[in-house]
């Protein structure tokens, strides 16, 4: 069952734009989070992660940052998009209900962002 | 480091037939997890088997078991009885654990891109 929100689920955008997308959780109570940048083609690539609120690891220096405000919302943002930004961003997480272990990390539906 | 290795940018299967995919992990760390996960076009990630480095069995989940052969550090997925729903990209990942404990971080390989033909 999706436990993971995602919006929105499509965004075009012009270089230099803010940005901001959002993922929420429902149904657990202190769970990892992560922001992972899918390129066309590509594999997954880590941008960060979230062990509890206000705690960031950022793991690749970029144009992005991320926020977590609430236990249960973790946020991407951008003050000024590139064109390099563009990109299937996918939050995920683990700890989450409905996992057959704390190891299964679930996915939501992602943002498909094209920075124009 | 750690990596994955995915050496199959791309595999056909006909449909009712089982299909093997590769992974290959390169690790130091004596605990880790493998992971698989299914890609349709829709770009969801669909969890699909875990295998834990201490698990004394391969991991099976309906028509996916991991073949796991830890000395060769490989955790091949296998589907049997393909369906034509099966085509998607797939990725093996390994989940990493981060200095001051388990953050669960998992790295993924490049994918392998499944075509099941009728």
């Known amino acids: 069952s999706q436990t993971i929100h995602q919006w929105p689920a499509t965004l075009v955008q012009p270089v230099g734009s803010p940005l901001s997308l959002e993922c929420t959780v429902e149904?657990?109570?202190?769970?990892?989070l992560y922001w992972y940048r899918q390129a066309a083609g590509r594999g997954l690539q880590l941008l960060f992660y979230?062990?509890?609120?206000?705690?960031i690891s950022s793991e690749v220096p970029q144009n992005l940052s991320a926020s977590r405000p609430q236990d249960r919302q973790f946020i991407l943002s951008s003050k000024k998009l590139l064109l390099s930004d563009s990109g299937f961003y996918l939050c995920?997480?683990?700890?989450?209900?409905?996992?057959?272990?704390?190891?299964?990390?679930?996915f939501g539906p992602g943002t498909r962002l094209t920075v124009l | 480091a750690q990596k994955i290795t995915q050496t199959q940018p791309g595999m056909f299967v006909q449909e009712k037939e089982a299909v093997t995919l590769d992974c290959t992990y390169d690790?130091?760390?004596?605990?880790?997890?493998l992971f698989w996960y299914k890609q349709p076009s829709s770009g969801e990630m669909i969890f699909l088997i875990y295998?834990?480095?201490?698990?004394?069995q391969n991991a099976t989940e309906g028509r996916y078991s991991l073949n796991f052969q830890k000395a060769r550090k490989s955790a091949n997925l296998v589907i049997s009885a393909s369906q034509l729903g099966d085509s998607a990209m797939y990725f093996c990942?390994?989940?990493?654990?981060?200095?001051?404990?388990?953050?669960?971080?998992?790295?993924f390989g490049t994918g392998t891109l499944l075509a099941v033909q009728p």
């Open positions: 995920a997480g683990t700890g989450l209900a409905g996992a057959s272990s704390y190891n299964e990390q679930f």
């Open positions: 149904g657990t109570s202190n769970p990892n």
């Open positions: 979230s062990v509890g609120i206000g705690q």
């Open positions: 690790t130091s760390d004596p605990s880790y997890g």
């Open positions: 295998q834990g480095s201490y698990d004394q």
């Open positions: 990942a390994m989940r990493e654990v981060g200095k001051g404990g388990a953050t669960n971080k998992l790295i």
